[in-house]
């Protein structure tokens, strides 16, 4: 799998938007870039993936550039309750299983 | 939609107990669930893949033995840890998929404490 690079820890102001860059410098034409965020003492929660389009939800936006080698994931409007441990993972699926390697991922921290 | 669901939430038990944790699907049939520890200040580990009605693939330095995994329907996985000890403390958290390329929905996890 690509590894990927993100930095250790952001603060936001509550109210602005939250951008978490992630490098997947190596990622293979058919990985996707998924992302999940851990609150604390909580199992981690879906947020959005993609392959090479530009993705959005209700919680996020996921912006991958056009050579696939960065993405950018967006909280509009950050709450205080977006403060966690966000993972950028890159995975492809095999045999029907996509286990994902967690790597250490950015502390976010929103500031009231 | 993709809830996934975990019991018990925490448990604190004897050295040499065994212990089970329940992961179930609430909403969709799991394909494949899998099983991570987490000590404090780290990430998230994979310890086993589980399909339903084969072994589970265990991860390299995970004993198969002291951490048994039944998957016996598609809406439910157990971890027995046997004969826990102290070194066993630590937070596991289970994850399902619905099928092929599908995110994964993980439980909220279990605390576990050996005295």
């Known amino acids: 799998d690509a590894k990927t690079t993100q930095p250790p820890s952001m603060d936001c102001a509550e109210g602005r938007a939250a951008n978490l860059p992630c490098n997947h410098s190596?990622?293979?034409?058919?990985?996707?870039v998924y992302w999940y965020r851990q609150i604390h003492s909580q199992g981690p929660q879906y947020i959005i993936h993609?392959?090479?389009n530009n993705e959005t939800n209700e919680m996020a936006s996921l912006i991958i550039t056009e050579d696939r080698k960065s993405s950018t994931l967006i909280l509009p409007h950050a709450t205080l309750r977006d403060t966690a441990v966000y993972y950028c993972?890159?995975?492809?699926?095999?045999?029907?299983?996509?286990?994902?390697?967690f790597g250490t991922g950015t502390r976010l921290t929103v500031i009231p | 939609g993709a809830v996934v669901s975990q019991h018990p939430s925490r448990v604190i038990c004897k050295s040499g107990t065994s212990v089970k944790i329940e992961c179930r699907s609430l909403?969709?049939?799991?394909?494949?669930m899998f099983w991570y520890r987490q000590f404090p200040k780290q990430s998230l580990m994979l310890m086993a893949t589980?399909?339903?009605?084969?072994?589970?693939?265990?991860e390299q330095g995970v004993e198969k033995d002291k951490f048994l995994i039944n998957h016996a329907s598609l809406t439910l996985s157990t971890l027995t840890v046997t004969s826990a000890h102290p070194e066993d403390s630590s937070f596991y958290i289970c994850?399902?998929?619905?099928?092929?390329?599908?995110?994964?929905?993980f439980g909220d996890g279990t605390r576990l404490s050996i005295l």
């Open positions: 994850s399902a998929i619905s099928g092929y390329n599908q995110p994964q929905h």
């Open positions: 190596t990622i293979s034409g058919n990985e996707y």
């Open positions: 993609g392959l090479k």
């Open positions: 993972i890159v995975r492809v699926a095999q045999g029907g299983a996509n286990n994902l390697f």
């Open positions: 909403d969709f049939q799991a394909t494949t």
């Open positions: 589980s399909n339903e009605g084969s072994k589970a693939t265990y």
